[in-house]
């Protein structure tokens, strides 16, 4: 059965770096390299936003406003892996992220924060960020 699941989060202080994993198995209908993926986040009693988004082939990826210059996203094909680089954290970056994946033919990301738009959702993996 194929799942997206993350890793990578954690306690961390203001200030400090994060990368966070997801990891993509089971996939038998198509390769996930031909799955655009996409990372959200969602802070307690706030909307879940979307943070970045990356295309199967990894050539075209997008971020956030709100994160952009702190946050990078990068994919690594033989590992079936993306990832997401964190950056200077602030305490508002703490939150449940969340990696999402959608089959795509053509090569194209999502930003959208709709879980429903997306074909798999992982469980989410929590970053707290100390002062």
């Known amino acids: 059965q194929a799942q997206v699941a993350e890793s990578g989060g954690g306690l961390v202080q203001a200030g400090d770096s994060l990368r966070l994993s997801c990891v993509g198995s089971?996939?038998?209908?198509?390769?996930?390299?031909?799955?655009?993926v996409s990372w959200i986040r969602q802070a307690p009693g706030k909307d879940r936003e979307f943070v970045a988004a990356i295309s199967g082939s990894g050539h075209s990826s997008t971020t956030a406003d709100s994160v952009k210059g702190r946050f990078a996203i990068s994919r690594v094909k033989e590992k079936n892996a993306v990832y997401l680089q964190i950056n200077s954290l602030r305490p508002d970056d703490a939150a449940v992220y969340y990696c999402?994946?959608?089959?795509?033919?053509?090569?194209?990301?999502?930003?959208?924060?709709?879980?429903?738009?997306?074909?798999?959702w992982g469980r989410g993996t929590q970053v707290t960020v100390g002062q």
């Open positions: 089971g996939f038998t209908f198509a390769p996930f390299s031909r799955y655009t």
């Open positions: 999402a994946a959608r089959y795509y033919h053509s090569d194209y990301y999502l930003t959208t924060p709709l879980q429903q738009e997306y074909d798999y």
